[in-house]
């Protein structure tokens, strides 16, 4: 895995996640001291506690953990998109850290399903680059790197 | 001037169950407040303590809102958690008061108006940074969705028949149409259950609690008190709070041990510690059923059902109330009424003190109420 540090990039909010992520790349809140990635975004290492944290990058390929087809819109902003997916997925770089992606979905459901290999996009907000969306999208079987769940 | 003594619940206070009511939160909490007060047998400036949840209750109908309103002077004043948590472990602190001699009489409230306020259930997430920068964006967004995802992982685990989790749905209407008090009032067979829609799959609209207007409030006070109030008292034999080192943020993705909730060992070891009792000695229970999957979740992190089997043990009735454990007897939060598990605490009083009508279960000596306010969690056994 290669990992690109930026030190001095705020690790306790999500404006460096969405400007650094993109296609099949993401950034991940990492540790200097245990050398492990965590999500979300907060002050201090969740493993170890320690304060120097920075962001890397970590490949988007990852491996669908749980999956839901969400075919109610519960706010406003979901409104005639629905039926839409959402997808816990795990890193096939850092298993431990699952991140929460929007899955494209038809009539009979999300389009990824538990143990489907899948790459992940960040994209940034246009007018505000402290949010924006993260999808994934399924991967050929074949093209999977070896990818498994946590069990 | 400490003591040992056992506390009890003296009196009990509901609002009738409401999608939405013509009164203010504010109204309602000093309905059920006014009607615990006098079910205990007590006037309003008999109270000298009060404790509620940290967070609701704090900002909506505050205790000395309350207190000024109710003509109440407090030597004692609490709060702990929100939501359920809040509810149910509230009897922690009223015990600190009233065994330290700090108050002799309790007042624990709580309601909610999430029917007809705008942003209902889903408006408290916004105090959630990662709900609002990256959860509600992608439409991560409400709590279907969250015990839909915890469902999903469930099934994927042990095996989950779409009838498993019906079977508290269906359960659970069978005790609210009994009692005939609560939001819904029509049978629900599994027939009708499966075809219901898919809200958040695997979870259909009848996997989902109802929205709700309402409050509820009950009294405590020490044992030797307790026998000079018109009602059988009711104790409190154990009660436990946890909350692990995982935030709001976080709960419903990265937790390690995902298809357990935090909290739920130290509630438990707390409980089973006072009361000298195991958990698996209840006759009944009533749990936090935000969704189905949550209570059958739970019932597996009580140790009330081995890993894997409480859809099994919900779906051979034994969660009805001729099983082997009747669970939420009132209809719960999928049919009786949303005051985020404070009406469980009424509903474990009435059944203790043989109030329970219809749905009352046979000899009824000890019941667990549990309080599911990720990550935090409480939950109480009481005894008649
Ligand atoms: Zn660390």
Excluded at chain 2, 177 to 185: E, L, W
Aim: with cysteine; net charge negative.
């Amino acid at each position: 895995m290669s990992l690109q540090e930026t030190a001095e990039a705020p690790v306790d909010s999500f404006g460096q996640f969405f400007r650094e992520g993109g296609e099949g790349t993401v950034a991940l809140p990492h540790c200097q001291d245990c050398d492990r990635h965590h999500w979300y975004p907060m002050e201090r290492c969740p493993h170890c506690f320690s304060q120097r944290l920075a962001w890397g990058s970590v490949s988007g390929r990852a491996t669908v953990y749980s999956v839901t087809t969400v075919r109610y819109a519960f706010t406003a902003a979901n409104r005639g998109r629905t039926p839409y997916g959402i997808a816990l997925v795990t890193f096939d770089d850092v298993p431990d850290v699952r991140m929460v992606c929007r899955t494209g979905a038809c009539e009979e459901g999300s389009d990824v399903a538990v143990g489907d290999a899948v790459m992940v996009s960040v994209t940034a907000d246009a007018t505000d680059q402290d949010t924006g969306m993260v999808t994934c999208a399924p991967l050929p079987r074949n093209a999977g790197s070896g990818a498994h769940g946590e069990r | 001037m400490s003591s040992t003594s056992d506390i009890c619940i003296t009196g009990i206070g509901a609002t009738p169950p409401a999608r939405r009511s013509t009164h203010s939160i504010r109204r309602l909490v000093v309905d059920a407040a006014l009607a615990a007060i006098e079910d205990a047998g007590l006037r309003p400036e008999d109270i000298d303590g009060m404790v509620s949840d940290s967070v609701i209750m704090s900002a909506s109908v505050p205790r000395d809102w309350l207190s000024a309103q109710l003509g109440i002077t407090r030597t004692f004043d609490a709060s702990l958690s929100y939501g359920g948590a809040g509810s149910v472990g509230a009897p922690l602190l009223a015990r600190t008061g009233l065994r330290q001699g700090l108050c002799r009489n309790v007042l624990v409230y709580f309601g909610v108006d999430w029917g007809s306020r705008p942003s209902g259930p889903y408006g408290f997430h916004d105090m959630y940074p990662a709900k609002r920068a990256y959860e509600k964006p992608i439409g991560f967004d409400a709590q279907p969705e969250y015990f839909g995802l915890l469902a999903a992982r469930y099934a994927e685990e042990y095996g989950l028949a779409d009838e498993e989790l019906g079977a508290f749905a269906v359960a659970q209407r069978e005790y609210a149409v009994r009692a005939g008090i609560g939001q819904k009032t029509t049978p629900l067979t599994m027939e009708q259950y499966l075809a219901t829609p898919m809200i958040s799959d695997p979870l259909r609209f009848e996997d989902c609690c109802l929205i709700s207007d309402g409050a509820v409030a009950y009294v405590l006070t020490v044992e030797e008190r307790a026998a000079d109030g018109p009602h059988r008292p009711v104790y409190v034999r154990g009660v436990g709070f946890g909350s692990e080192a995982t935030s709001g943020d976080d709960i419903f993705s990265q937790r390690a041990d995902y298809l357990s909730f935090p909290g739920t060992a130290q509630a438990v070891a707390a409980v089973e510690c006072d009361a000298s009792l195991p958990l698996s000695e209840a006759d009944f229970a009533e749990v936090y059923d935000c969704f189905t999957i949550s209570c059958l979740l739970q019932l597996e992190d009580l140790g009330l059902c081995d890993r894997g089997t409480a859809g099994k043990f919900a779906l051979a009735g034994e969660t009805r109330l001729d099983g082997r454990l009747p669970v939420n007897t009132h209809g719960g939060l999928l049919a009786h009424s949303y005051l985020l598990g404070a009406e469980h605490v009424i509903e474990a009083v009435r059944q203790l003190r043989g109030d329970a009508g219809p749905n009352q279960v046979e000899n009824a000596r000890v019941g667990l109420v549990t309080g599911l306010s990720v990550p935090d969690y409480a939950l109480l056994m009481l005894s008649n």
